[in-house]
């Protein structure tokens, strides 16, 4: 079974660098401000959006020491026009907020779509812990509200500025009144938080770095840790901006926005899980594979998704800000009393294991790797107009996590093992594994098989900075692939109008038994 707590500070160190978990002093409330939003609708096309002029000042620069400037939303999705509010603490007298809407833009990557009017700043309370959960919540004041009148539905920068130039990030999907039609971009906030050491707790380790001291429930009522986006900006945002780049209808959205709402993925043409989508609800996964089985393709972009099963919970700001996974202690869980079947570990594991390879294709092997990826089907519509042959290998595109098809595992069927990778993990020989494969709704299921898939689409480039060797060569491969996909998706169901699969799993692990 995977490792725990070694595996998740190696993916920190390896995702994020240096990691900030800043902690407020105490402070008073002080009112918002808001500013004008800029002119525009959200009611444009994708591509008359990504033609308006985008914003190349987005990023943040100097996120500043400790408890600089730090916040938090009390919604990680609204609609457009919703409200939601900030919870901002700093060290500077007053600051402002700057919404950057993420896209195309000509190269740009975002937009500015609002700007808040200087407000005045406080340092806030320190964080408290529940010690039945070990759980962080700042449970701080409102600072200001936000309205989002005007905003586009789309994945959200909220960068947080203080008056002596210190920045902080605060992820926000403004999500898709409807998907009919489009693809469903499905963001994994529940996986940042899981990783989420502000304050010195994460579901992987205590405040003393320990696996045993670790929280068995995370709050989204806190500020994510660094700069406050990694998560989002290492495993979501190329994706965001190629398919925008490319024009397709899009619908955005979060998991446990589906976890609430199965209506969300009606008619979708598409639902795309991004790079690193580990934590499900088991709502989540019943309402993502019916609309597989209705006939909406589904992509796995990453590595290890749908791996830990969780429950949501309410918090100090309202339902569903509370991710709750006592992982390999759950049988330590007070709710497993009333609710015997719903345990919060793997998916894979007992009582009611169902292994995510049902749904994905793969199932997650482990970590650490850096592999080669190896190109097995060269004619698969994928890799239409990347120039490969079979044999083609791209350094460093296996990592850091890997899946691969599983022989003896519950598999859909016809299965084809489009890509086949060889690899040692800790000493022991394997491969991952990219899959494709279509159900009789005529949806088609692809996983990448590699946690690396979405980082490459920027190798070669100046951007991320941590690409882990990969080339241009192999950032090339990987976005025209990933065009292919997102193209074929906007089509409709890729059973209907591309190849069928080729069921080859026995052929390549002809030695085991299926």
């Not at 919870?87 to 937009?111: E, H, I, K, L």
């Not at 899946?403 to 394997?430: F, N, Q, W």
Request: proline residues 7%.
């Amino acid at each position: 079974m995977p490792g725990r707590l070694d595996r998740r500070l190696f993916l920190a160190a390896a995702a994020s660098g240096a990691m900030a978990g800043g902690v407020a002093v105490t402070g008073c409330h002080s009112s918002g401000i808001s500013g004008s939003t800029p002119p525009g609708a959200g009611g444009r096309t994708e591509r008359a959006e990504n033609a308006l002029a985008g914003d190349s000042d987005w990023r943040v620069r100097s996120p500043g020491s400790s408890g600089a400037i730090e916040g938090y939303a009390d919604k990680v999705s609204v609609l457009p026009g919703e409200e939601f509010g900030l919870y901002v603490s700093t060290t500077a007298p007053t600051f402002r907020v700057s919404a950057y809407r993420v896209g195309w833009y000509d190269g740009a990557q975002a937009r500015l779509v609002w700007r808040s009017n200087r407000v005045a700043g406080s340092v806030q309370r320190r964080p408290r812990l529940v010690q039945a959960t070990r759980t962080v919540r700042a449970d701080w004041q409102r600072t200001l509200p936000v309205r989002t009148s005007g905003w586009p539905a789309g994945a959200y920068l909220l960068r947080l500025d203080s008056e002596d130039v210190h920045q902080h990030y605060v992820p926000l999907v403004v999500r898709s009144a409807s998907a009919v039609g489009r693809i469903v971009l499905m963001h994994a906030p529940a996986t940042w938080q899981a990783y989420n050491r502000w304050g010195g707790y994460s579901l992987y380790q205590g405040e003393n770095g320990a696996y045993g001291t670790r929280s068995l429930a995370v709050s989204f009522d806190r500020p994510y840790d660094g700069d406050g986006a990694e998560k989002f900006m290492v495993y979501e945002r190329a994706v965001v901006v190629l398919a925008e780049k490319l024009g397709i209808p899009l619908a955005y959205t979060t998991g446990p926005d589906i976890h609430r709402d199965p209506g969300i993925l009606h008619d979708a043409t598409g639902v795309v899980s991004l790079g690193h989508d580990e934590y499900w609800t088991p709502q989540q996964r019943a309402y993502v594979t019916r609309a597989r089985d209705t006939g909406t393709n589904v992509a796995f972009l990453g590595a290890n998704a749908c791996f830990r099963r969780v429950r949501l919970e309410p918090g100090a700001t309202g339902a569903d800000r509370t991710v709750v996974c006592y992982k390999t202690d759950y049988l330590n869980d007070p709710y497993l009393a009333d609710h015997p079947d719903m345990p919060t570990n793997d998916f894979r594991q007992p009582p009611g294991a169902s292994p995510e390879s049902s749904l994905t294709g793969v199932l997650y092997e482990g970590y650490p790797v850096d592999a080669p990826y190896v190109v097995r089907r060269s004619d698969h519509w994928l890799f239409e107009g990347t120039g490969v042959k079979r044999g083609a290998s791209f350094d460093h595109l296996v990592g850091v996590e890997y899946d691969r098809v599983t022989p003896g595992m519950p598999t859909p069927a016809p299965l084809e093992i489009i890509a086949h990778s060889p690899l040692v993990c800790k000493g022991r020989p394997s491969y991952s594994d990219s899959a494709y494969y279509t159900v009789p709704s005529g949806a088609g299921v692809f996983a990448s098989g590699t946690m690396r898939w979405v980082e490459a689409l920027m190798a070669g480039t100046r951007e991320n900075g941590r690409n882990h060797g990969m080339d241009a060569r192999t950032g090339a491969f990987v976005t025209r692939t990933t065009e292919n996909l997102l193209r074929a998706f906007a089509a409709g169901p890729c059973g209907r109008n591309r190849p069928k699969p080729r069921d080859d799993v026995s052929g390549v692990y002809a030695s085991a038994a299926r």
